[in-house]
């Protein structure tokens, strides 16, 4: 477990979907990372939270450990058959006959998207639980996830998008705020309007 503080994880966004039951079956027979016993799935109406329950006994039940957070959301899937679409990419005048309806169901989708404290809350077991989000970033077709974090004193960049790691790059540049430390902004503590 990461008692050492040495892994943090600095920025996350994630726009990451996939239906919820496949983030069901993904925990059937999912590697958890070390520190990390078990998660516990619970759904709150159309939120669904993936608590890390740790395996250091020493941690106190009042402790809150991370979670991930989806919202969940009912989707129509269309069943496009073969036949359908090999007549909607060919020519289209004269074909009087009337366009069939695809099949469709509705799917409750797990949606994982925002930022870091949307999505992963809370600091014990955190960057534990940033892994168990990477990989269910590989396993959701739709959706990215980029993220900053530590390890071991070095910060790795991390981007999957539609299942597949990309390459990342950490860029340092200067920011805005670093021009405004000259003295260019507003003083709030001499500010005569202000009593």
Same mark, same amino acid.
């Given at each position: 477990?990461?008692?050492?503080?040495?892994?943090?994880?600095?920025?996350?966004?994630?726009?990451?979907?996939?239906?919820?039951?496949?983030?069901?079956?993904?925990?059937?027979?999912?590697?958890?990372?070390?520190?990390?016993?078990?998660?516990?799935?619970?759904?709150?109406?159309?939120?669904?939270?993936? /608590?890390?329950?740790?395996?250091?006994?020493?941690?106190? /039940?009042?402790?809150?450990?991370?979670?991930? /957070?989806?919202?969940?959301?009912?989707?129509?899937?269309?069943?496009?058959?073969?036949?359908?679409?090999?007549?909607?990419?060919?020519?289209?005048?004269?074909?009087?006959?009337?366009?069939?309806?695809?099949?469709?169901?509705?799917?409750?989708?797990?949606?994982?998207?925002?930022?870091?404290?949307?999505?992963?809350?809370?600091?014990?077991?955190?960057?534990?639980?940033?892994?168990?989000?990477?990989?269910?970033?590989?396993?959701?077709?739709?959706?990215?996830?980029?993220?900053?974090?530590? /390890?071991?004193?070095?910060?790795?960049?991390?981007?999957?998008?539609?299942?597949?790691?990309?390459?990342?790059?950490?860029?340092?540049?200067?920011?805005?705020?670093?021009?405004?430390?000259?003295?260019?902004?507003?003083?709030?503590?001499?500010?005569?309007?202000?009593?």
């Amino acid at each position: 477990m990461s008692t050492d503080n040495s892994s943090h994880v600095y920025r996350l966004h994630s726009t990451l979907e996939l239906p919820l039951e496949d983030v069901h079956e993904f925990f059937d027979d999912a590697a958890l990372p070390d520190g990390v016993e078990d998660v516990d799935i619970t759904r709150r109406n159309n939120t669904l939270i993936l /608590k890390a329950v740790a395996q250091d006994k020493s941690i106190s /039940k009042y402790t809150p450990t991370a979670q991930l /957070k989806a919202s969940v959301t009912e989707n129509r899937v269309y069943e496009e058959p073969e036949e359908v679409r090999r007549r909607a990419s060919g020519p289209q005048w004269g074909d009087d006959e009337e366009e069939e309806e695809p099949e469709s169901e509705l799917v409750e989708f797990a949606a994982f998207k925002g930022d870091r404290e949307t999505v992963l809350q809370n600091t014990t077991l955190q960057y534990e639980m940033f892994l168990v989000l990477c990989d269910i970033a590989r396993e959701a077709e739709k959706g990215t996830l980029t993220a900053i974090t530590e /390890k071991d004193g070095d910060l790795q960049a991390t981007r999957i998008v539609d299942g597949e790691e990309r390459p990342s790059s950490i860029e340092v540049v200067e920011g805005a705020g670093d021009s405004d430390s000259q003295g260019g902004g507003v003083d709030w503590r001499n500010n005569e309007f202000i009593s």
